[in-house]
Nanobody, 119 residues
Framework: QVQLVESGGGLVQPGGSLRLSCAAS????????MAWYRQAPGKQRELVARITSGNNTNYADSVKGRFTISRDNAKNTLYLQMSNLKPEDTAVYFC?????????????WGQGTQVTVSS
């Protein structure tokens, strides 16, 4: 199993920056992709950014050029650097890890961290 703990959320003004972190523990060697999702009130959870074990990345169109996903394998930590934040970025941000256990694939979620963009 893989356990995930997010940190780094908070209140920031429009145009500001924030960095989220996600510490992974457990069977981290079996992780083949990690991602950030977000869920705003009354909306469905959506993919923000994803990174594979080969460091291939993809982003939601709404965050391209403003957010950067990265991972530090030595620290088993995933990051999301968010810049030029907008009020519409306000949401609970969740870390996700896709990992293998034998022939099967599983997903693990963190508890989420609140990001609020407001003046």
């Amino acid at each position: 199993q893989v356990q995930l703990v997010e940190s780094g959320g908070g209140l920031v003004q429009p145009g500001g920056s924030l960095r989220l972190s996600c510490a992974a523990s457990g069977s981290t060697d079996n992780i083949y992709a990690m991602a950030w999702y977000r869920q705003a009130p009354g909306k469905q959870r959506e993919l923000v950014a994803r990174i594979t074990s080969g460091n291939n990345t993809n982003y939601a169109d709404s965050v391209k050029g403003r957010f950067t996903i990265s991972r530090d394998n030595a620290k088993n930590t995933l990051y999301l650097q968010m810049s030029n934040l907008k009020p519409e970025d306000t949401a609970v941000y969740f870390c996700n890890a896709d990992f293998k256990s034998g022939p099967l694939n599983f997903g693990s979620w963190g508890q989420g961290t609140q990001v609020t963009v407001s003046s």
